[in-house]
């Protein structure tokens, strides 16, 4: 789950080579599609139209080309689609969305952009604050004051000069080692590495085990990258892209925060991808609807549980049907499946980042007196990292009480005659903002009426006209790891969060998704036999 950009600090995925080339001792295409022909049409269920259950069922509907012989059933327990990419609109107005979760992808992501090409969707053009307002676009704050600025509309070789300048070789120490560590995950996205059912033991094939054993800050000091680019440039990426500090994070995940290759999100949102998936898929979609329980039968099928959510008692029907396979494209442990029997591995239980995020309006600007900056106006984004150049909170490196700040668009808020002109910002925290906090960042003051502890919906409609707020279960804890949980919990039953403590973002969500779906594909064209069956010249065991 991806914000913001740091330098367009988004996670670098090339290509996915989803297809594989024909070897000489796999049967042809006509001979697949002919042993095809005659077999039942496959029950599928995905469980979340997130990127990850969307995703698996356009590729299995494409990988099933040209027999098409798969019914697909997606349960969503939400009232939309897309999972952690939402939007909501600002003044309740449906002409001004905002991205509440997921809020860019880059042009190599291939499985997002060649979706958003096919299905015919725009991307959002910049709707940042006037550049007569200020010449600064971003502002690294360490809690006291900025640590690093860079200009509006500055070259790249202004860049370039100001970072040598700063922070020596350091920076290009940096970019090479996060090419090489791309680099090497980009092997997992081609033969003989996709499809995989250990995401740890191929991670280890393509080179990755150092990047997710060490954590951040001794990944980076033993490839010569150093304070205090490591602690002001890095971290800040680390800490808006993740929440987690240098010492929190492992490798892997430093070197994706501070991968770049041009941002972009969707016009209305990046949801729309998603749904373009299931539209796409010919999937039957369920939305509002709960699986309570997936059971296996004695016959190898499953018969999955659900709910409708509704505040109408009367609607709350419990629904069973019969599936021949069953992808749980969630986290499991926040899923509330009951699964019988038990698998002989359950995915293991991993703590989440709650983040908080809020999105208002102001007719204020951002004040830099809160950042004891001299400026006449603050940075469009301003990003966090400690002070003291520490990878850890202390005493005397404190984390600030945010994230990021993102003054995200220019708005008229059409409530007010004439409509008043403001600013929508959003601010990622790991607590809920206080209507003092926003007082002091906006430099306006409060009522007498208004207690220490308040919130932000205490503050008067002249100074705050509309909010949202919302916390997420983001992102898993980055911790250093060596395995992962597998796309199969059993025969027929698949798995795709795994990946989620690998790398968490919507492109790698997406190559899960296709990921099982080609294992589902490859399983039913392989040949069975008693305990495994061959997929691409590779024994699978049975769980």
């Known amino acids: 789950m991806r914000f913001h950009t740091l330098f367009a600090c988004v996670p670098l995925v090339a290509s996915v080579v989803l297809s594989h080339s024909p070897r000489s001792e796999e049967p042809s295409q006509d001979t697949v599609v002919s042993s095809l022909t005659d077999r039942k049409i496959k029950q599928v269920a995905v469980i979340g139209a997130g990127s990850a259950g969307a995703s698996t069922a356009y590729f299995l509907n494409k990988f099933e080309y040209p027999s098409k012989r798969i019914n697909i059933t997606v349960y969503e327990r939400s009232n939309y689609v897309g999972g952690r990419s939402t939007t909501v609109d600002a003044y309740d107005d449906p002409s001004m969305p905002l991205e509440l979760g997921a809020s860019i992808f880059v042009k190599v992501n291939k499985n997002l952009v060649t979706a958003a090409e096919d299905f015919g969707l725009s991307y959002a053009e910049s709707e940042k604050a006037s550049a007569d307002e200020g010449d600064l676009a971003l502002g690294v704050w360490d809690g006291k004051e900025f640590v690093f600025t860079q200009k509006r509309n500055q070259s790249l070789w202004q860049t370039i000069g100001q970072l040598v300048w700063k922070y020596g070789l350091s920076p290009f120490r940096g970019q090479n080692l996060m090419k090489k560590t791309v680099g090497d995950f980009l092997k997992l996205y081609n033969e003989p590495h996709f499809p995989f059912y250990d995401l740890g033991s191929a991670a280890a094939k393509v080179g990755l085990t150092d990047a997710l054993t060490t954590y951040g800050n001794e990944f980076l000091e033993k490839n ?320």
């Open 224 to 543: 010569r990258v150093y304070p205090p680019f490591s602690t002001e440039v890095v971290q800040a990426a680390t800490r808006v892209n993740y929440a987690q500090n240098l010492q929190q994070i492992h490798g892997l995940e430093t070197m994706v925060s501070i991968a770049a290759d041009g941002a972009m999100s969707i016009a209305g949102g990046n949801w729309k991808i998603f749904a373009g998936m299931i539209k796409a898929s010919g999937a039957h979609l369920e939305l509002s609807t709960a699986v309570t329980s997936i059971s296996k039968q004695p016959n190898g099928r499953f018969l999955v549980t659900s709910k409708l959510i509704s505040s109408n008692p009367d609607l709350s029907q419990t629904t069973t049907s019969t599936f021949d396979a069953v992808v749980i494209a969630a986290p499991f442990q926040f899923s509330d499946i009951k699964l019988t029997p038990s698998p002989a591995v359950l995915p293991k239980a991993t703590a989440y980042v709650k983040l908080y995020v809020t999105i208002f309006t102001s007719p204020h600007r951002i004040s830099p007196k809160y950042f004891n900056s001299a400026s006449a106006h603050a940075p469009d984004t301003i990003l966090t990292t400690l002070a003291n150049h520490s990878t850890s909170t202390s005493p005397s490196s404190p984390a600030p009480p945010f994230f990021s700040i993102s003054t995200l668009r220019r708005t008229f808020n059409p409530h007010t005659y004439p409509p008043r002109a403001e600013y929508a910002y959003k601010i990622f925290s790991p607590a809920p903002l206080t209507a003092s906090f926003i007082s002091a960042l906006l430099d306006f003051p409060l009522t007498e009426e208004i207690h220490p502890g308040a919130a932000i919906c205490d503050i008067a409609k002249e100074d705050v006209s509309w909010f949202h707020y919302k916390v997420w279960d983001s992102y898993p804890y980055m911790r250093t790891r060596e395995s992962f949980d597998g796309p199969a919990l059993g025969k027929g039953l698949w798995y795709t969060a795994g990946i989620e403590g690998f790398i968490s973002t919507m492109e790698t969500s997406s190559l899960m998704g296709a990921n099982v779906a080609k294992l589902m594909v490859e399983e039913w064209r392989g040949e069975e036999g008693e305990g495994g069956f061959v997929v691409q010249g590779r024994e699978r065991t049975e769980l």
